[in-house]
């Protein structure tokens, strides 16, 4: 493989450096480094700085959002705009419509015939905004046989017929469903190259055979240039021997936001995956289930590399826990930007304080990285740092004055390791994967005012993706 050499970036705030990368890694940084054959990139003195890592998405339904009428704000506010979008909308190869994003403050609690009033032409599915729950209309309810079918997360009137509400059943849903193979992942690869993002956490549980299989086959073939580390491969996968650019994580356990599960159950199934090796990944959004997790984890200990996802809301009591635990917590600030108005107006005063800390965690020294849990949240990760920095809901509020952080530090928060995330931040050194983002300015102005604007190319193993 020809090298190449990028020449006058900045790296580590000193300017006119030259970075020369040889087979996907660096393999020197200094000044004026000597003229070889290799290709050049001159950054023009703008910032070098290791590829981003998103530490908590999900890669495949952020390609099927990307094909969902959009649902909720700020697309949609009203019953009328709902019914106008599923109208206009294309449908897919088999005539479904697919809805996204949806949430009360639209159109009130969705059942059959509550979408059969909006649309009833075509079988519309509508996924709740929490990714939580689907609502099927009446000719989608009948397509995949709701009626007849077994599954505890249908919903149910008093007279046991099915509401068309059906919670955490994703799989089931899908294999009811008209054959449709994973969606294809290289224009959600594509704009995370974007944005500068070179790996990413990909944090869907209990990742069915086929899903994996299509994010490995995408990886390969470079059609999703990113690295990618797995929250739902099954717990007894190998963690020790990556394949190829993906990589085997803690195992994702979710803990559901309405409703808790049996604590010996839980102990139970943490036991189980800490016995094969592995640490766990565990979604915890309400204050009850953290509080439930850390007494579990007092009865089973914790292991190097456990993590909490999103930390919604976080008591202050708790934190000193979480810090003797060595928990480290994956947040999404991002949510404050999209959806702090709907928790400044459901959520009492007193939890405000709570949501999605950054800065008290980090100064307890509770290991934190930052992520999107795109589509769930916004997926830009300049977006993100800039609500990492501000927190001001839509409204222009600030929730949680005394957690922001400076544009610096969440970034640092995006370039920690895959299997570290709260951990050292990478650096542009020699022998480091010439995973990289070249921005347009050196790094105080592009911090100034974060934006993907200012990534002006992302090198995949020192290729790079656009110039
Ligand atoms: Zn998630």
């Known amino acids: 493989m020809t090298g190449l050499v990028i020449r006058n970036a900045e790296v580590d705030g000193v300017p006119g450096i030259d970075v020369s990368i040889c087979d996907g890694r ?10 070889t054959s290799a290709d050049m990139i001159d950054a023009d ?11 908590h998405l999900h890669l495949h339904a952020m390609a099927a959002d990307a094909a969902s009428v959009p649902c909720g704000p700020p697309t949609v506010r009203d019953a009328a705009a709902l019914a106008d979008a599923l109208g206009r909308a294309p449908g897919d190869d088999n ?4 809805g996204a994003g949806y949430i009360e403050t639209v159109a009130g609690d969705l059942d059959t015939d509550a979408i059969d009033r909006l649309h009833a032409a075509r ?8 990714g939580a729950m689907w609502m099927l209309n009446g000719a989608a309810s009948a397509a995949v046989r709701l009626a007849d079918a077994a599954h505890p997360g249908i919903e149910r009137a008093p007279d046991g017929r099915p509401t068309g509400r059906v919670w955490r059943a994703d799989a089931w849903l899908r294999d009811r469903l008209p054959p449709s193979g ?8 594509a704009a995370l190259a974007r944005w500068g993002i070179t790996g990413v956490t990909d944090a869907g549980p209990d990742l069915d055979p086929s899903s994996r299989a299509a994010i490995a086959e995408s990886a390969a073939d470079g059609s999703l240039p990113q690295r990618v580390h797995l929250l739902g491969a099954p717990p007894d996968s190998d963690t020790t021997s990556p394949q190829g650019r993906v990589t085997v994580g803690p195992y994702k356990i979710v803990l559901a936001d ?22 766990v990944a565990v979604h915890c959004v309400t204050r009850e289930s953290l509080l439930l997790l850390l007494a579990v984890l007092d009865d089973v200990g914790t292991q190097a590399g456990d993590r909490i996802e999103h930390g919604a809301l976080i008591p202050r009591e708790t934190i000193d826990g979480l810090r003797q635990r060595g928990l480290t917590v994956v947040t999404q600030p991002g949510f404050l930007a999209h959806r702090g108005d709907d928790y400044l107006r459901d959520l009492e005063a007193i939890d405000h304080p709570d949501l999605y800390r950054c800065r008290s965690l980090i100064e307890a020294g509770v290991p934190v990285a930052l992520s999107s849990d795109a589509p769930y949240g916004p997926a830009d990760p300049w977006a993100v740092i800039t609500a990492a920095v501000n927190r001001r809901a ?9 957690e922001c952080l400076t544009a610096a530090e969440a970034l640092t928060r995006y370039l920690t390791p895959a299997d570290d995330p709260g951990g050292r931040p990478r650096t542009v050194r020699p022998g480091a994967a010439a995973d990289l983002v070249i921005l347009h300015a050196p790094l105080v102005d592009v911090l100034t005012a974060p934006s993907a604007d200012a990534v002006r190319a992302t090198l995949f193993g020192g290729t790079p993706h656009r110039i």
């Open 182 to 189: 994973p969606p294809r992942l290289d224009a959600v690869g």
């Open 26 to 35: 660096i393999t020197a940084v200094g000044p004026k480094l000597p003229t």
């Open 45 to 55: 003195g703008g910032a070098l700085i290791p590829g981003l890592h998103d530490h």
């Open 123 to 130: 079988p519309v599915r509508i996924q709740h905004r929490s």
């Open 258 to 279: 309405s409703g808790l599960p049996d604590l010996d159950d839980l102990a139970d199934r943490i036991r189980d995956v800490h016995d094969r090796g592995r640490a």
């Open 394 to 402: 839509p409204t222009g509020e600030i929730i949680g004055i005394d």
């Open 95 to 98: 005539g479904w419509v697919r």
